[in-house]
């Protein structure tokens, strides 16, 4: 029989921080805009070529590498008894534009250095052990967030909407996937759910994208649940017109009633009683967009989010009746009020919690139990198997911007408690 694996001895912990460190930067390299930002969107060149350095690393850490239909990348470490199911970890690389360059990336990188350092110190899993690099994360090209995992997860209307997605340049969901080379001879993307039970445990490592642990001096954060998101896209039309000619009564100017409706999803978020819940519209797009046009159509989008669902249900449906109001007392035409996702929160489960404290405890780090309010790729593999995530602090909490920082110390001391975790996960 396979010789037994042994639990790890924390001393054989032998990590490389500065070479990983570098990879920070070289990763970084394959952006679309100037450093110190960071824009890496889903299928551009740059996606691609950070991609092929992944596999690269994947490749130098011994693991064996797959790519399924649409470009989640999956490295193997086969373990002692290979039929088991596997225990998972790792994020996405994909990154908004202008933003940083650890969102994501920490969570793959650390998860490959993980490897590394469990095999440097001989350790042998019972469960094999497998890093994934989630194909896109980020809502930015089609829209959608979590579109690789949520896909994995087995979301049927996902691979339906995404036979007709197109991009802000009318590029087809299908026709980048296989300008990355992906997609080769499908149209049905069902290929890519994951049976139920491929892994015994799920986890994630990612900076916390908040300021909680750096403020507190705290090591790691433990996440107990994910926040439930949800986004939606809102048309108003008018008649648009002269901005000289038209006066003030004879007007029904579309960009006013955006501007109403933006001011709404604040008020309607304020109003929800808690501080957990949350609102903003990141894209506010006027029609045609010259200073003396009255705008003839306004495309806004909006995230909400909450740790309760219900409670964020509630302010969408307010959102939605204040929508309507605004057609009335403006005379505009409410063209489109969809919802893009509307999300349950995940919670961790506490086999992995378990897991991640003692390992965090082993490791003399400081931590502490704490909920994500940024989603996660391990939103949907909670739908997969148990799962949870380890936060490192960043500076200041700053995240979606090129200021975002993790200190080589915080990401080594991240490793070595997914390295930890993943051990023991693979024991069970
Ligand atoms: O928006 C989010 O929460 C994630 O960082 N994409
Ligand atoms: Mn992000
Ligand atoms: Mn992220
Ligand atoms: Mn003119």
Redesign the pocket.
Known sequence: PPHSSKPISLSSLSLDAHALHRQFDELAAFSDSPTPSVTRVLYTDKDVLARRYVKILMGIAGLSVREDAIGNIFGRWDGLETELAAVATGSHIDA?PYSGKY??VVGVLGAIEAINVLKRSGFKPRRPLEVILFTS???TRFGI??LGSRLLSGSENLAEALKTATDSQNISFLEAARSAGYAKDEDDLSSVFLKKGTYSAFVELHIE?GPILEDEGLSIGIVTAIAA?ASLKVEFEGNGGHAGAVLMPNRNDAGLAAAELVLAVEKHVLESGSIDTVGTVGILELHPGAINSIPSKSHIEI?T?DIDEERRNHVIEKIHQSAIGITKTRGVKLSEFSIINQDPPALSSEAVVMAVETATRELNLTSKLMIS????DSLFMARLSPTGMIFIPCYKGY??KPEEFASIEDVANGVKVLALTLAKLSLQ
Not at 373 to 376: E, K, N, T
């Open positions: 908004i969102d994501g994360e980020e809502p967030g979590c994208q998101p995230d989010r309010r940024a989603y996660h995240s979606h």
